[in-house]
């Protein structure tokens, strides 16, 4: 794919400054269209697709958590985890402040401010993940390994199968 043809990102300028392997895909946004629409479209498995949700803690302390595509987190089991009282989804707007993207094309790179991230740890033991590259239309494909080297992300067990949709 034509380097003039990405749009320049937070995430993609990230990865390259920190000589990270990666091939990005564009492909049409949907709104709403999630993991399923962006995994039909470049043809990969749902579950290779991860996503980036931005949570916060009952004292509204942000956090990343990185899912599958085809799961959802237990946003219970989070709070477990982390010793918190509750998690729940963060208000786009507030997490557009946090991490500098729109709902969508959030990226766990290249965020604007550095926030806690977790990863379901079933990600790690892929061989390749698609994640968001910082724009509505664009994955990049990586090693799973770059989240814990790059972004120091903790390994958690908080996947629940998504409902049907």
């Known amino acids: 794919m034509a380097r003039e043809n990405l749009p320049s990102t937070p995430a993609l300028l990230a990865l390259r400054a920190a000589g990270v ?3 990005p895909h564009l ?3 949907v709104d709403k269209g999630g993991t399923r629409h962006s995994s039909a479209s ?3 498995d749902e579950h290779q697709v991860v996503k980036t949700i931005v949570l916060e803690a009952a004292d509204k302390q942000p956090l990343v958590c990185l899912m599958h595509g085809d799961r959802q987190i237990s946003t219970k089991q989070l709070a477990r985890v982390l010793g918190v009282k ?3 989804p963060c208000d786009p707007a507030v997490a557009h402040r946090h991490t ?3 709902v969508g094309g959030t990226s766990p790179f290249g965020m604007r ?3 806690p991230v977790y990863v379901e740890r079933t990600i790690l033991e892929l061989p390749i993940i ?3 590259g910082g724009a509505r239309g664009l994955l990049v494909e990586i090693a799973p390994r770059v989240l814990g080297d790059l972004l120091g992300a903790t390994a958690v067990d908080v996947a629940q199968v998504a409902e049907a949709r």
Do not use: I, M, R
């Open 130 to 132: 698609y994640v968001n």
């Open 42 to 44: 470049l043809g990969v």
């Open 86 to 88: 509750s998690v729940q």
């Open 21 to 23: 392997a990666f091939v």
């Open 113 to 115: 401010k550095p926030l």
């Open 100 to 102: 500098g993207y729109l």
């Open 27 to 29: 492909y049409p946004y």
